[in-house]
């Protein structure tokens, strides 16, 4: 008798839930109607004092048996929902977007595919110092079947005393070299101008760290014709980096490479703090390839090996790696750059040495 009475009442209940569940969704509609004109008119989602007031009136209502407080409670975990609703469209709405594209995008350089099955590496010194310098580095990187020659000639220094790049001339003898061995040529640019002088140049533009919110920068690398290498700033939410990877693709250039290298945290046994979770949140978010920094994240030779392992398991689609010729006497960087037996190593140690000089 009372097992029939309960499953009456339950049947009753199963009645109300699915009207809950009717006004719940039709509820969801108007707040996406909501969403979508705040969205328009440049309001904020989040609006605390329309939840107060709605509060207020639910309370002012509330006859129980649920206490105000446990109606309250009920009701903002709606209203976050909600929130939450009208945020997740405008994520979805992003170019960049995984749901806007389900298939990987995969950046073709030449004959060399970055974002496809083999990951590449990305390696040369800080910055480029001397021809010298250059060809010692590109001759190894080349033996052991790198393809991508990376190397700064513009250089965001923290000090304005510190060495800031050959510039032009930097750029000019990296593409020789570079040419000399068929390799592809990575360099960052800082502003228009000279992204305009390193066109000529470059086969990758690198937007820095530093510069991944200089959102004037990111809509001129969008009307470029070549990819960008967009590194996360190293304050910068993967939010904050999908939108500046949006402010690029949306001006045309879908050409876009994504790089973590570590964001700032307390700990200082390592330069940065590499955020692995980064790679795999990325390519689950976007559908753009995602590489790893593990120099300038890490800022130590000692970990490299163990570190670059963890990236490419977490699914990243490349490395990027400092390597000089001599770093002990680098103009920047020192203590981070591999030598070339270090960066052998690593790149044995990775079993990367075939697949490199297959082609990627
Ligand atoms: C809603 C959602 C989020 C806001 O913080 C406030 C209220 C809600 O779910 O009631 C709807 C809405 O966006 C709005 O009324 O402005
Ligand atoms: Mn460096």
């Given at each position: 008798?009372?097992l029939?009475?309960?499953?009456?009442?339950?049947?009753?209940?199963?009645?109300i839930?699915?009207q809950?569940?009717?006004?719940?969704?039709?509820?969801?509609?108007i707040?996406?109607?909501?969403?979508?004109?705040?969205?328009e008119?440049?309001?904020?989602?989040?609006?605390?004092?329309r939840e107060q007031?709605?509060?207020?009136?639910?309370?002012e209502?509330n006859?129980?048996?649920?206490?105000?407080?446990?109606?309250?409670?009920l009701?903002k975990?709606?209203?976050?929902?909600s929130?939450k609703?009208?945020?997740?469209?405008?994520?979805?709405?992003?170019?960049?977007?995984?749901?806007?594209k389900?298939?990987?995008?995969?950046?073709?350089?030449?004959?060399?595919?970055?974002?496809?099955?083999?990951?590449?590496m990305?390696?040369?010194?800080?910055?480029?110092?001397?021809?010298?310098?250059?060809?010692?580095?590109?001759?190894?990187?080349?033996?052991?079947?790198?393809?991508?020659?990376r190397?700064?000639?513009?250089?965001?220094?923290?000090?304005?005393?510190?060495?800031?790049?050959?510039?032009?001339?930097g750029?000019?003898?990296?593409?020789?070299?570079?040419?000399?061995?068929?390799?592809?040529?990575?360099?960052e640019?800082?502003?228009?101008?000279?992204?305009?002088?390193?066109?000529?140049?470059?086969?990758?533009?690198?937007?820095?760290?530093r510069?991944?919110?200089?959102?004037?920068?990111?809509?001129?690398?969008?009307?470029?014709?070549?990819?960008?290498?967009?590194?996360?700033?190293?304050?910068?939410?993967?939010?904050?980096?999908?939108?500046?990877?949006?402010?690029?693709?949306?001006?045309?250039?879908?050409?876009?490479?994504?790089?973590e290298?570590g964001?700032r945290?307390?700990?200082?046994?390592?330069?940065?703090?590499?955020?692995?979770?980064?790679?795999?949140?990325?390519?689950?978010?976007?559908?753009?390839?995602?590489?790893?920094?593990?120099?300038h994240s890490?800022?130590?030779k000692?970990?490299?090996?163990?570190?670059?392992?963890?990236?490419?398991?977490?699914?990243?689609?490349?490395?990027?790696?400092?390597?000089?010729?001599?770093?002990?006497?680098?103009?920047?960087?020192?203590?981070?750059?591999?030598n070339?037996?270090?960066?052998a190593?690593?790149?044995?140690?990775?079993?990367?040495?075939?697949?490199n000089k297959s082609?990627?």
């Open positions: 008798m009372t029939q009475q309960i499953e009456k009442l339950r049947k009753e209940l199963d009645l839930n699915d809950l569940l009717e006004l719940l969704n039709r509820r969801a509609e707040v996406q109607q909501i969403g979508r004109i705040k969205k008119n440049n309001l904020p989602f989040y609006d605390p004092e007031e709605m509060f207020e009136k639910l309370t209502k006859s129980g048996p649920f206490s105000d407080e446990t109606i309250v409670h009701f975990e709606i209203a976050k929902a929130l609703l009208q945020e997740k469209e405008t994520e979805e709405q992003l170019l960049v977007s995984r749901e806007m389900k298939e990987d995008t995969k950046i073709v350089v030449g004959d060399l595919v970055i974002g496809g099955k083999i990951p590449v990305i390696a040369g010194p800080c910055a480029v110092e001397s021809r010298e310098q250059m060809k010692a580095v590109a001759s190894e990187l080349n033996r052991l079947g790198v393809s991508f020659l190397g700064g000639a513009f250089k965001p220094r923290t000090s304005p005393y510190s060495f800031q790049g050959l510039g032009r001339e750029l000019r003898l990296m593409r020789e070299v570079a040419d000399e061995y068929g390799m592809k040529v990575v360099s640019v800082m502003s228009a101008e000279q992204l305009e002088l390193a066109e000529e140049y470059v086969d990758i533009f690198q937007i820095g760290a510069n991944m919110q200089n959102f004037e920068l990111l809509k001129e690398v969008g009307n470029a014709k070549k990819p960008v290498l967009l590194k996360r700033g190293f304050m910068a939410t993967l939010e904050e980096l999908m939108l500046a990877a949006e402010y690029i693709y949306a001006r045309g250039n879908t050409q876009i490479i994504l790089c290298r964001i945290t307390f700990e200082h046994w390592t330069r940065n703090t590499l955020d692995l979770s980064a790679v795999p949140i990325l390519k689950l978010k976007t559908h753009l390839p995602v590489i790893v920094d593990v120099s890490t800022g130590r000692d970990i490299i090996l163990p570190i670059s392992k963890a990236a490419l398991a977490a699914g990243a689609d490349g490395l990027m790696v400092e390597v000089h010729n001599n770093p002990a006497i680098a103009r920047s960087d020192a203590h981070q750059q591999l070339l037996e270090e960066f190593s690593l790149m044995e140690g990775l079993g990367l040495i075939k697949k082609g990627c």
